[in-house]
């Protein structure tokens, strides 16, 4: 007598796949972030049917939040940053979302890029500083150096959408997450924000917080980010002393001492001044001025 092979037993798993399938993609879904069938087509080989379902909605947002969302994320017009988003002649929109981004850059602007230098150099040498007090740590007691000169904020983000759309963003009020420590390529979701001329303001009850990064990404971005700050702070090879020195003698020609207006003070430098400028512009984009 011939013995008919179970036909069950295929079906029975294909069908288990495509269950665990819809339900990691309603889940994705439901925090914002619907992955592409591409995307999760890749992810479903690297995993175990035998796996609990919640592990395994876990690791799927885990690693989406470490995808570039360009080709990760499944985009339509209503989650995606209108295509005239940084036009500044725009006075006022507003983005009742969800709409999903990534971080692409962080700035402090509530510090000058010098002090930000010089935290970073701190760090390196294993400094940390409490008020007015410097600590050095030991190595050999195993300690890890806590962050040199906090990222208090605001901050100024560039962000980017599923489709590619770049904005910035300018933080009006301290947002729980967002700081320079933050992974470049963390993914934020941006519900009932307002764009004023181009910029996106960002409050604690308009943006949420995802987390992850872009591998890649964020650590090019630490590696260039202490040259970077040097540049941008105007500081030449012959340091910050150079500069103070090379301002004193500019504020000493016979142009300077010969003009009936008065020469412009070289305490603050031209990046010193940029927080208070873009403060002034936010606001009154804001107000509609």
């Not at 209108?82 to 990534?102: D, F, H, T, Y």
């Not at 230098?117 to 190595?139: D, K, M, N, S, Y």
């Not at 959408?161 to 997450?177: I, N, S």
């Not at 305490?267 to 010193?272: D, G, R, Y």
């Amino acid at each position: 007598m011939t013995t008919q092979r179970p036909a069950a037993a295929i079906p029975a798993n294909n069908t288990a796949m495509n269950d665990i399938r819809t339900s990691i993609a309603t889940h994705l879904a439901s925090k914002n972030v619907p992955p592409t069938p591409a995307w999760l087509a890749s992810f479903l080989p690297s995993i175990r049917t035998s796996t609990p379902l919640q592990a395994l909605q876990k690791t799927a947002l885990f690693r989406i939040l470490a995808t570039d969302i360009t080709t990760s994320l499944a985009t339509i017009p209503a989650t995606s940053l209108p295509a005239n988003i940084a036009n500044a002649a725009v006075k006022e929109l507003r983005l009742p979302g969800p709409i999903v981004v990534q971080v692409l850059d962080i700035e402090d602007i509530g510090h000058s890029r010098w002090s930000q230098f010089e935290a970073l150099e701190a760090q390196e040498r294993g400094e940390t500083r409490r008020g007015h007090e410097v600590i050095r740590v030991i190595p050999e007691e195993g300690n890890v150096p806590a962050p040199v000169n906090a990222s208090a904020g605001p901050h100024k983000l560039l962000l980017q959408d599923g489709k590619g759309t770049k904005v910035y963003g300018f933080e009006m009020r301290d947002v729980g997450g967002v700081n320079v420590g933050m992974g470049i390529g963390a993914k934020l979701v941006l519900r009932g924000v307002t764009v004023a001329r181009g910029v996106v303001m960002l409050e604690p009850g308009g943006v949420e917080v995802l987390g992850g990064k872009v591998e890649a990404w964020d650590k090019k971005w630490r590696e260039e980010r202490k040259e970077v700050l040097k540049q941008q702070a105007g500081v030449g090879l012959g340091g910050k002393e150079h500069t103070i020195a090379k301002n004193a003698a500019a504020q000493a020609t016979p142009e300077t001492h010969g003009s009936a207006t008065p020469p412009r003070a070289s305490s603050t430098s031209e990046e010193q001044r940029e927080p208070e400028l873009l403060v002034d512009v936010t606001v009154s984009a804001v107000s509609g001025k």
